[in-house]
């Protein structure tokens, strides 16, 4: 199994809502990222779990929240987005930090903030 | 910082031409080099990947070269298909950096036209 699998694959929300994204890996990978990619842009990382451990937080907003539950499963809990909060969020996994490691992505989860 | 630029697009061809898409990086350590793809509504997915200089990857007819000297990774493909319409994106991970980090670069749009 070499899939990362995303649910939902669309999602609208109000400003108001709480939601969350859900990001499942079955290969073993010990690292799991959250992107955010834009219309036409590349994926900007906003996250990076090592080992169930939040290692890196690029500078995301509070209203983003991340959760790791176990070596398997990433989450990301939205409250009280904006309109421009709305893109595709990407989840992606990875062995590790070796030389040459890849990063597998899920399909995405496409964001609408009404 | 690390950087990744790659050559503006769109890029037309026809069916069966050959395809260059130039890349350069910049980098702090020695990095690990990659191309993705991403289809339209789809996450990205790696297409080939290098781990030192001179190192090519290959896969589905396209190529890489690892050039140190000249800090590229040009994609090449011989003769393509309508279906390697899609958006590429060069990167890079530098274990100096953690390894966690992808870089990538700002994308290029391919368009086959049959």
């Known amino acids: 199994d070499t899939e990362v699998t995303q649910t939902p694959k669309h999602l609208v929300m109000g400003m108001t809502n709480k939601k969350s994204l859900k990001c499942e890996q079955h290969?073993?990978?010990?690292?799991m990222y959250w992107y955010k990619q834009k219309a036409k842009k590349p994926p900007e990382l906003m996250f990076v779990?090592?080992?169930?451990?939040?290692?890196i937080n690029e500078s995301v907003p509070s209203r983003f929240s991340p959760e790791c539950p176990n070596s398997s499963l990433l989450n990301l809990h939205l409250h009280a987005l904006q309109p421009e909060d709305s893109a595709l969020y990407l989840c992606?996994?990875?062995?590790?930090?070796?030389?040459?490691?890849?990063?597998?992505f899920g399909q995405g989860t496409r964001l609408t903030v009404v | 910082g690390d950087s990744v630029t790659q050559m503006e697009g769109p890029v037309t061809l026809s069916e069966e031409a050959f395809l260059t898409i130039n890349c350069t990086y910049t980098?702090?350590?020695?990095?690990?080099l990659f191309w993705y793809v991403q289809y339209p509504g789809e996450g990205l997915q790696l297409l080939l990947k290098?781990?030192?200089?001179?190192d090519k990857g290959s896969n589905k007819g396209f190529e890489a070269t690892y050039r140190k000297e000249t800090t590229s990774f040009h994609l090449e493909k011989g003769s393509v298909q309508v279906s390697d319409s899609a958006v590429y994106f060069c990167?890079?991970?530098?274990?100096?950096?953690?390894?966690?980090?992808?870089?990538f670069g700002a994308g290029t749009r391919l368009f086959v036209k049959a």
């Open positions: 290098a781990t030192k200089a001179d």
């Open positions: 980098a702090t350590g020695y990095p690990s």
């Open positions: 990167a890079l991970s530098d274990p100096g950096d953690g390894g966690f980090k992808t870089i």
């Open positions: 992606a996994s990875s062995q590790g930090q070796g030389v040459g490691t890849e990063a597998f």
């Open positions: 779990y090592s080992y169930e451990k939040l290692s």
């Open positions: 290969m073993g990978h010990r690292a």
